[in-house]
């Protein structure tokens, strides 16, 4: 199992900028797609940005394209999102995930995530 920390999570407002951080232990990240997903409260959590273990290949929900950015670092164990020009609809806690790499990429489906961290809440006021 690997474990996963995030942090980042804050309160700003509309057309602001935020970067969580994910840090990982217990397992080499390499061994790992990660994923960022999010869920507002009476919602059901959804897929926000995936990126393969290399970092070759990323994918964006249409919601977030062009806006967010996930990178991840292998040496340092790290995996990050950089959110700009934010919207109150992104307002959700925002978790980090981790799918133990096979022959397929990177899924989209926060249920073949088996690795989760606790969640950082982002918050944007209009």
């Known amino acids: 199992q690997v474990q996963l920390v995030e942090s980042g999570g804050g309160s700003v407002q509309t057309g602001g900028s935020l970067r969580l951080s994910c840090a990982a232990s217990?397992?080499?990240?390499?061994?790992?797609?990660m994923g960022w997903f999010r869920q507002a409260p009476g919602k059901e959590r959804e897929f926000v940005a995936v990126i393969s273990w290399s970092g070759g290949r990323t994918y964006y929900a249409d919601s977030v394209k062009g806006r967010f950015t996930i990178s991840r670092d292998n040496n340092k164990n790290m995996v990050y999102l950089q959110m700009n020009s934010l919207k109150p609809e992104d307002t959700a806690v925002y978790y980090c995930a981790a799918d133990l790499v096979d022959y397929s990429g990177p899924s989209v489906s926060w249920r073949e995530y088996d690795n989760w961290g606790q969640g950082t809440q982002v918050t944007v006021s209009s």
């Open positions: 217990g397992r080499t990240l390499s061994n790992y797609h």
